[in-house]
Structure formats: C-alpha cells, structure tokens
C-alpha cells in the first residue's frame, strides 16, 4: 500500500493547471485568466451573477440554451456581459440596491437586483422574461450537508464552489467517441473551472485533497452531468445525445454520468496557468454529487 501512495504522490509532481476559467454570470460563457485569485466561494467573482425570471427562479442552459450565447467578464466597473445583442458594462449594485428573493434548486436567498439596462439586454437574447441580479458578500449560501464535510458558503453555482477536470479524461472520451463514429468535444462543453493536465483518466476520482499555488482544495464528490453538456457552446444549439450517451458506457453513476470533481477551497489563494498541482491523499472512494454545475 505505501508503494502505491508513494507512486502516486510522485507522479502528482507532473501535474499541472493547463487553463482556468470564470463564469461571473451563472449558465453564460465565461472568460480564462492566467492568474487568478481563490476563496471560499471559489474562484473570485465566479457564479456572483445571475439571471432570474420573473418568479425569481434562475435560468441556465437547461432552461434556455441561448444562455450559451452570452459571454460575461469582470471589468473595472464591474460586469462586462457581450453578445449579439452588445457589449454593456454593469457596475457591482451598491448596499441601498433592492432586493429579491431568488431560488437556485431547494435554496431561496436574497440578491441584489442589477442594472435594469442589462436586463433588457438579457431579455431580448433570451427571448423571454430576464433579470440580472448579484450576490453580494452577505448573502447566506450554504454547501448541502454531506456525511463529514463542514457547511461552506457557496457562490450561485449549482452544487459546490469549484470544479475541477483533467485534459486526460477529456482525451479518454473523444478517443470513444469518435472510435464510435462521433465528433470530439471541446473541454467548454463541461464548463470546469480549473482544467488539469498530467493525469492519467480516471485519476482524478481518486484524489482527495490537492494543492494548486497558494490555494488548497478539498475535492467533494464527481460532478453527475445533465443534458448541458450536448449544448454547442458556440452556437447555443443541441447537438445531439452525445457526449452523454457514451459517458454511460464507461461513467455511469446509477442512473446519472459522472465527468469532473466538485471541490471547496481549504485555504484562500491565488492560483495560475502552470503551477503545480500536489494531491496529499489518493484515498477517496467516488461519490457522485447530485447536480452539474452550470
């Protein structure tokens, strides 16, 4: 046994982060920053913004695919939101800002209602009903309770802070898909924050804790994928049952698929492109989470 862990901890030296990636505005495109700085909520400003019908309840790419052709970044002011439609720039709403009550899942909490401009926006791209609002540093959003694992505060994502895939389970999948006669996906497809190059496929369901710059995680559980992952994230359109269908040949958690790991952030920091990434526990037993993040 202390062979193996030995081996493995070695081989955790190659690891290293191949890209980033922040979404500031929940179920959009979202930028890539060479460095970027870690807190408890995740990647700074990640999953911050979010756009809410008009019952308050927010809407992803399961709910509307056209989401995919917004692409959201921070700006000096605040948010910068870009699409067919335009680029505005919305500042961070101030403390006096009104509120209402919004619903991610089960969670019902307060945001900040944001600039009306970019609701329009919004709206007339998603052909619907929409309005942007933003959660603000005191905003009580707890993780779900699990067996041994401490409550963290979390972003507007989905299920945890962060999440995490390696370029090696990407590789391990198009070689399938196309051995099937499919196209290759893009790694965009599965919406990670924080993309690992160096594994080996597989490994990262192993992986427990890890270490990345000046931050360190705690990985939770494999992220279970829904139908955002046959979204085109260039075009907004559904583009057929893969890669679902043949992650369930070789991913299936019950009756759900399993691609990537939810993780929490242990200790603030800042992260990069090239850092190394240390594993100091390869023990974990797989868990699937019961929601992707988008």
């Not at 709403?93 to 009550?101: D, K």
């Not at 009306?116 to 007339?124: D, G, H, I, K, V």
């Amino acid at each position: 046994m202390a062979s193996a862990v030995t081996s493995t901890r070695s081989a955790t030296n190659h690891l290293v982060v191949d890209s980033l990636h922040v979404y500031p505005l929940k179920g959009t495109a979202g930028f890539s920053p060479r460095t970027w700085p870690v807190d408890e909520r995740g990647l700074r400003h990640d999953r911050r913004f979010m756009v809410v019908d008009e019952d308050g309840l927010f809407i992803s790419q399961r709910t509307n695919q056209r989401m995919a052709l917004i692409r959201a970044a921070i700006s000096d002011a605040g948010l910068r939101i870009s699409s067919a439609a335009g680029t505005l720039d919305v500042a961070f709403p101030s403390s006096s800002a009104p509120t209402l009550r919004a619903t991610v899942w089960d969670d019902c909490f307060d945001v900040r209602v944001a600039d009306p401009n970019a609701s329009r926006m919004l709206s007339e791209v998603l052909r619907a009903p929409a309005q942007l609002v933003w959660m603000d540093d005191d905003c009580e959003r707890l993780t779900s309770i699990k067996r041994g694992e401490p409550r963290r505060h979390l972003s507007l994502a989905d299920a945890a802070p962060l999440l995490l895939t390696t370029t090696a389970a990407l590789e391990e999948l198009n070689t399938r898909l196309m051995r099937g006669g499919a196209s290759a996906v893009p790694m965009d497809r599965f919406r990670a924050n924080i993309v690992v190059r160096g594994a080996t496929a597989g490994a990262d369901d192993t992986w427990r804790t890890l270490r990345i710059g000046s931050a360190a995680f705690r990985i939770s559980n494999a992220c279970k994928r829904c139908k955002v992952i046959t979204i085109d994230q260039s075009t907004g359109e559904f583009a057929g049952n893969d890669p679902l269908t043949t992650l369930a040949t070789y991913r299936a958690d019950g009756p759900s698929v399993t691609f990537g790991q939810h993780m929490m952030a242990e200790a603030s920091g800042s992260i990069s492109i090239g850092d190394s990434v240390v594993s100091n526990d390869t023990t974990r037993t797989p868990d699937g989470s019961t929601r992707c993040d988008v």
